[in-house]
Each structure stands twice: as C-alpha cells, then as structure tokens.
C-alpha cells in the first residue's frame, strides 16, 4: 500500500466543495456536521468518521475512492497486498488463508480505509457462478492444524454469536454492530479455523464461518460499502462451497442478490438469483428455504423488466407467478431440515418483500398493503425493517399519485432513519425524496425536503 503524500489541510476538499458550488455552511449541512467540523476538516485539523465519507461520496455524487484521495491525498493503485475478490483455489487452506487475511485488513486501522473504498466488481460474480455450480468439492473438510481442538460445541457458539449479531443489526442498525463482528471473526472464529477438526466438525465449521462472514457482508452493505460488503459475500460462499453446503451456497446467493438489486445491476441479481433457487432446489430445500429463494427471483426479475414503465405484460405474469408459487411453498410450513437462518422467515416478512415486486410491476395497492401490514409487525423487534416498509409504502402511493399520503408515510420514516445506525436507511429515505422531483414546485414538497435536511442534519 502507499504512503499517502501529506498537504496542508485538504485543498482537494475545497476545491470538491467549490466545484459544487457550496460554502462551507452548505457543505456541513448536507453532511450532517457543524460548520466548524467542516472547516477543521478542510484544514486538516481533524479526522473525518468512515459514515460521513460514506455521506460525502453520495452527497457529492462520486466513487468513494475519489473522496479517500481528498481527505488522505493518496489515490489508490493495485497492490498485491490487497485481498481480491477472487474465489479460485477452493481448497481448504485457501479458504481459511484468504479469510484471515481478510480479516487481519479489517482490523488494521490503516487499511481498514481502503477496503472501506473498495468498488463492487460485476464481473468477479461471473468467476464466483462458474466455481460454485462447476468447482470440484473440497476431498475433506478435516483439518490438523497447530491450534485447538476444534468441536461442536464451538461450532455451535459461532453460531448462536451470529443470530444474536443479526438480531442487534434489525434493532440498531450495522453501525453498532459491525465493529463486535469484526473483532469476533478475527478474534474467535480465525483461531478455530487454524485448530484440528475431523471432517464432520470441519464441514459445520465451514459452514459456520460462512454465515458470520456473510453477516460481515450484510454489515458493510448496510454502510454502502459495497466493494467490501462483496469481498465478505465471496469468503462466505467459498466457505460454503469448502463445507459442501447448498443451502447456505443458496442463501448467500440470495444476499448478493439483494445487493445487486440495490446498486442498480439487475441482470446480475437474476443470475445470482437463478443461482441460489437452483443450487435450493439440487438440495432438496425445504420449503421456507424454497420460498425465499422464489420471492428474491422475484424481485430480481422485476428489477430487470421494470414492467410498470415499459408496459412487458410478460414479464408482469412471471413475477406473480413466482410469487404465488413462493407463498405456496411458504404454506407448507417448517421442516427440520430448516438451517436456523430461515427459522426466523415469518409470513409478513415474505410479503414485505412481495411488496417490492408488486410496486415494480405497477400494483400499488398490493404493494402499500404489504409495506403497511410489515410496518405494524416489524416496529417493535426490528426498526429498519419497519423504516424501509415505511418508505416503500410512500413510494407505492406515490406510484398510485397520492401525494399527500405519500409524504405522510414518509414524514413517518423519518425519527424511524434517526433511530438506527444505517447508511442503507438515510439513503433509503433520500431516494424517496428524489423521486419527488415532478412535483418538485408543490409546497408540501417544498416544506418535506426543507424538513428532512433539517432533520438529518441534526
């Protein structure tokens, strides 16, 4: 990595800000900071937080490395000292040696920045899909290495680490929780992974490993740190691949799925998404598996076709098809075959995001009743969740051209955004207010934006 070439102050940020047209008051308003922090950042004064560099690169709408070169001076070039999003040599000392290198970058203040500005790379998935569906599986997943003997029991308090992480990240967002995850790879899971385990153990550590990975992932994701949320996707799914799991392979799958879906590449999400239903089905997956597997198909296929715009009737009657086969499949109930990850799948949480599919292909009235009906159920126990049905229900109002319902919904998501520690919900948020554009001359337009700078700003 290069050393980065010291300034005094940080003349790039001026100039960023200058190109933009703003003071620096403006400046420190859309960031979210005062204007004194603003002026002590240009003057290099102080440090600036990964969540305001986040905020930065959308509020001044470039690639989150240009806004690393501002702040640090550097530009980054290729280094080999970088992990890569690569999933070739699957063996199992790969695995493990391409995790803990990983890792080790996350825990290394002076690098933890660059993998923060890591851009997502479409392609990688291309390689990922083909190792997936065509690698050869790993000949045992037994280890003998220098560390601790490795047994269930620490398999099984990996796991119980990662559903209690996941329930924190529904209540209060990836900010709070990704630092404990971090540390908790690094610092528990690495070791066991350098220890001695049979097969059978090696296969559920795997397999562990592959979920608190993915929650690395799905942490950084919600920061919109989307290069680094997909190095952590392809760590989880090549230990997926190591422990000749299917239905995990199928469940990270499905999140790069929804990750794709977000940052706009919606030819990938249906490949990912036909992916995780196939490698679903070659499994046997029971049917709440099943049914996840169908909603993201779903809404992958409807992020692609964007009927509601271009009027593909086709396209309509493949969505609701895969949706009535999904709530078809969810009816049939749990299985014990269910990994514990879909334990938690609830009927309203399969409709809310049924609901994205239904504002996609132009039934609004269906999408408002899903989002409505997530809201009430996901309030109390996870307020993200309940924030962004929040949201889409103003935009399936929006789409039904009831304005002022519209507003109202999403005048209601906002002390929800500030409750959590989520760039995905600010932006979630932002989005909506973009979308008001054509009805940018209304006051009750005017008096919504004025109060959600104000309120984000706070």
């Known amino acids: ?158 796991n119980e680490a990662r559903k209690a992480f996941s329930q924190m990240d529904h209540q209060f967002g990836a900010g709070l929780v990704r630092p404990v995850v971090l540390r908790y790879l690094n610092g528990n899971v690495a070791p066991l992974l350098r220890g001695r385990y049979d097969d059978k153990v090696g296969a559920e550590l795997m397999s562990a490993a592959a979920g608190m990975s993915r929650m690395a992932g799905w942490t950084a994701f919600d920061l919109h740190r989307h290069g680094q949320a997909q190095h952590h996707f392809g760590q989880a799914l090549k230990f997926a691949k190591v422990a000749d799991d299917p239905l995990t392979g199928a469940w990270v799958l499905s999140t790069l799925t929804q990750q794709a879906i977000h940052i706009g590449q919606p030819t990938w999400a249906v490949w990912l998404a036909r992916a995780a239903a196939d490698a679903a089905r070659r499994a046997q997956a029971p049917p709440r598996v099943m049914s996840l597997m169908l909603v993201r198909e779903a809404w992958a296929t409807a992020s692609q076709a964007k009927p509601s715009e271009t009027g593909d009737q086709h396209s309509v009657k493949q969505v609701e098809r895969l949706l009535v086969e999904a709530e078809r499949t969810h009816s049939q109930g749990a299985a014990d075959r269910d990994p514990a990850w879909v334990a938690v799948l609830e009927p309203v949480e399969l409709n809310a995001e049924a609901g994205n599919c239904w504002r996609l292909i132009g039934k609004h009235q269906r ?84 109060h959600l700078n104000r309120e984000l700003a706070a």
């Open 1 to 158: 990595m290069g050393v980065p070439q010291r300034h005094t102050g940080r003349p790039e940020l001026v100039r960023a800000r200058r190109r933009q047209g703003m003071s620096q008051e403006a400046a420190a308003e859309a960031i979210g900071v005062s204007s004194t922090t603003w002026a002590r950042w240009e003057r290099g004064e102080q440090g600036i937080r990964a969540r305001h560099r986040a905020r930065m690169a959308v509020v001044f709408q470039v690639e989150a490395g240009e806004v690393e070169r501002w702040i640090e001076g550097w530009a980054f070039g290729e280094t080999s000292s970088l992990p890569v999003a690569d999933f070739g040599g699957a063996s199992l000392a790969a695995t493990v040696k391409s995790a803990e290198h990983l890792w080790r970058f996350e825990m290394d203040p002076s690098r933890r920045h660059l993998l923060a500005t890591l851009p997502f790379v479409p392609t990688a998935l291309g390689e990922w899909l083909v190792s997936w569906n065509y690698g050869l599986p790993v000949e045992s997943a037994a280890q003998h290495g220098s560390g601790p003997v490795v047994g269930m029991a620490d398999v099984n308090r990996i």
């Open 367 to 450: 999408a408002v009743d899903c989002a409505e009906a997530a809201v009430t159920a996901f309030r109390q126990h996870s307020p993200r969740s309940a924030q962004f049905n929040r949201v889409h229900a103003a935009e399936a109002y929006l789409g039904m051209g009831e304005l002022e319902q519209a507003l109202d919904s999403a005048r209601a998501a906002i002390p929800m955004t500030k409750a959590v520690s989520s760039v995905r919900s600010v932006e979630c948020l932002r989005n909506f207010a973009g979308r008001l554009e054509p009805y940018g001359s209304s006051m009750m337009v005017r008096e919504f934006r004025d």
